[in-house]
């Protein structure tokens, strides 16, 4: 069976800092790759996706990046964080092709930036 | 562009009431449609989905019917438990795009 992890799971981190929070998922090949940010009151906002290793398409300009150096490792990142990156980061997966619309969730990561 | 509307929350019910959660959405075509559940300190997880119209997603006593004439999805359960007590989240998949959520819905059930 499929799995996602996504680590770690709580991160307080002060202004100015680097963020890199992991996402792997197992049990499939060339899924695609989703990293969602949850902030209070605003819903979900996709941040990035990858349909495959090494292409990031990237739905919000904004300090962060995302990486895809294996078919199953999603990882984002920034250089500098801002108060305004706080919140829930979720990673997510979804089989390749039309039919397929489910997409299935990490446990998600809770970032604060003081 | 997509988008999905959703009752802003929260919604606060006593065990057993009828709960009704709207949903409407903006999309070309003919999208999937989607509800998803969120408890406490977790990620999301899939609760029921429909991919055409008319048709009827249900799962856990929850269910919601794909309108396409109203562009509705909106969920219902006919006894809510404490255990219901959540985040809900409708979303829109058209063709090979991105999921489109709305904002959330809070569900409170009380004893």
């Known amino acids: 069976s499929q799995t996602i992890h996504q680590w770690p799971a709580t991160l307080v981190q002060p202004v100015g800092s680097p963020l890199s929070l992991e996402c792997t998922v197992e049990?499939?090949?060339?899924?695609?790759l989703y990293w969602y940010r949850q902030a209070a009151g605003r819903g979900l906002q996709l941040l990035f996706y990858?349909?495959?290793?090494?292409?990031i398409s990237s739905e919000v300009p904004q300090n962060l990046s995302a990486s895809r150096p294996q078919d199953r490792q999603f990882i984002l990142s920034s250089k500098k964080l801002l108060l305004s990156d706080s919140g829930f980061y979720l990673c997510?997966?979804?089989?390749?092709?039309?039919?397929?619309?489910?997409?299935?969730f990490g446990e998600g990561s809770r970032l604060t930036v003081l | 562009g997509n988008s999905v509307t959703q009752m802003e929350g929260p919604v606060t019910l006593s065990e057993e009431a009828f709960l009704t959660i709207n949903c409407t959405y903006t999309?070309?075509?003919?999208?999937?449609l989607f509800w998803y559940v969120q408890y406490p300190g977790e990620g999301l997880q899939l609760l029921l989905k429909?991919?055409?119209?008319?048709d009827k997603g249900s799962n856990k006593g929850f269910e919601a019917t794909y309108r396409k004439e109203t562009t509705s999805f909106h969920l219902e359960k006919g006894s809510v438990q404490v255990s219901d007590s959540a985040v809900y989240f409708c979303?829109?998949?058209?063709?090979?795009?991105?999921?489109?959520f709305g904002k959330g819905t809070m569900l409170l059930v009380s004893p």
């Open positions: 429909a991919t055409k119209a008319d």
């Open positions: 049990g499939t090949s060339n899924p695609n």
């Open positions: 999309a070309t075509g003919y999208p999937s």
């Open positions: 997510a997966w979804s089989g390749q092709g039309l039919n397929t619309g489910e997409l299935f």
């Open positions: 979303a829109l998949r058209g063709g090979y795009s991105t999921l489109t």
């Open positions: 990858s349909v495959g290793i090494g292409q």
